[in-house]
């Protein structure tokens, strides 16, 4: 009996599926990788939408009247608090990239700077509230140019 017409068939056969088989790990692998990048998208849209907003009632409830010092600091605690913030900076720290978690930290403590400010009584656009919005657009301008970065975003010409 001749083995020459079997062994290559069988060779040809594991070839073949052994081409199909990476094909389609490497397929699944760009996949997952497309996967991860949306959710990364999405989470850091969120994030820093929720800074965006945490920072605007912020500011809002401090430029209001309040009774008391004490009715201040709880308006604009509750402000911070009922954007969402917290939960989305949960998300980050979840699947974000660890150099853009770092950076997301250093804004959303920035903002908390300034929280804490204005809930002591800082007015806004002092002598005491520029500084900690000047740390607050610096944090959020590095943060946004990493989060571009680990999403293959170029890089902004302004900013």
């Given amino acids: 009996m001749d083995w020459m017409p079997l062994l290559s068939t069988l060779a040809g056969a594991a070839i073949g599926i ?5 094909a389609d790990r490497n397929r699944w692998r760009r996949e997952e990788a497309r996967h991860a ?7 850091y ?3 820093v939408s929720a800074l965006k907003a945490a920072g605007e009632e912020i500011r809002a409830v401090a430029l209001g009247d309040h009774m008391s010092e004490s009715a201040r600091d709880t308006a604009v605690r509750e402000a911070f608090r009922s954007t969402g913030l917290y939960t989305v900076s949960e998300r980050l720290w979840l699947v974000g990239a660890p150099h853009v978690v770092a ?3 250093e804004a959303f403590h920035s903002l908390r700077r300034l929280r804490d400010a204005y809930a002591g009584g800082v ?10 919005i000047a740390q607050r657009r610096t944090a959020m301008a ?12 170029g890089p902004l010409d302004f900013e």
């Fill in 18 to 22: 052994t081409a199909t088989l990476l």
């Fill in 37 to 43: 990048s949306e959710v990364r998208r999405e989470v």
């Fill in 45 to 47: 849209t969120e994030f």
């Fill in 103 to 105: 950076v997301g930290n």
């Fill in 123 to 132: 007015a806004v656009g002092s002598a005491d509230d520029a500084p900690l």
């Fill in 142 to 153: 590095k943060m946004r140019r990493l989060m571009r970065e680990d999403l293959g975003v």
